[in-house]
């Protein structure tokens, strides 16, 4: 389902902090869009602050980008609450600004996972039924 990439200047982030800023994000877009925790991936991209500029000048160790690539047919105002809630909650979990959070919804047409091809948005009994059963043992799926 969805892939978010979390990107931050090395060292800005504390392991725990990850940790707390990936359940935010995993619980905001799985809760809203009703869909299992196990679905949702969290990608943390840590970068040397010489490597990535705001205003043509190295970005300071506490801007957070987050980008989310998800299925297309998600409502506006659903993908305005995901944001709006990964800023908020994002900044209590990380002790970053809300003003120093951009986040990033971008819908994506098709995509595969674990091998398969998602359909729409409203799909995802058929095709948690039809996962691997590697798969499905790996999640305690029934």
Same mark, same amino acid.
């Given at each position: 389902?969805?892939?978010?990439?979390?990107?931050?200047?090395?060292?800005?982030?504390?392991?725990?902090?990850?940790?707390?800023?990936?359940?935010?994000?995993?619980?905001?877009?799985?809760?809203?869009?009703?869909? +299992?925790?196990?679905?949702?991936?969290?990608?943390?991209?840590?970068?040397? +602050?010489?490597?990535?500029?705001?205003?043509?000048? +190295?970005?300071?160790?506490?801007?957070?980008?987050?980008?989310?690539?998800?299925?297309?047919?998600?409502?506006?105002?659903?993908?305005?609450?995901?944001?709006?809630?990964?800023?908020?909650?994002?900044?209590?979990?990380?002790?970053?600004?809300?003003?120093?959070?951009?986040?990033?919804?971008?819908?994506? +047409?098709?995509?595969?996972?674990?091998?398969?091809?998602?359909?729409?948005?409203?799909?995802?009994?058929?095709?948690?039924?039809?996962?691997?059963?590697?798969?499905?043992?790996?999640?305690?799926?029934?």
């Amino acid at each position: 389902m969805p892939t978010y990439v979390v990107t931050a200047s090395k060292n800005a982030l504390s392991p725990e902090a990850k940790q707390a800023l990936a359940r935010v994000i995993t619980a905001t877009h799985c809760e809203d869009s009703n869909i +299992p925790f196990y679905l949702c991936q969290v990608v943390f991209q840590d970068v040397e +602050p010489t490597q990535q500029f705001l205003n043509a000048e +190295p970005v300071t160790v506490d801007q957070i980008w987050v980008r989310g690539d998800v299925r297309a047919g998600r409502s506006e105002e659903q993908k305005t609450r995901i944001i709006e809630r990964i800023v908020r909650e994002g900044s209590q979990a990380t002790g970053v600004s809300e003003s120093k959070f951009w986040v990033y919804i971008c819908d994506i +047409p098709r995509m595969a996972e674990y091998g398969r091809i998602l359909g729409p948005p409203g799909q995802e009994a058929e095709f948690i039924a039809n996962l691997p059963a590697d798969v499905r043992a790996r999640f305690n799926i029934s």
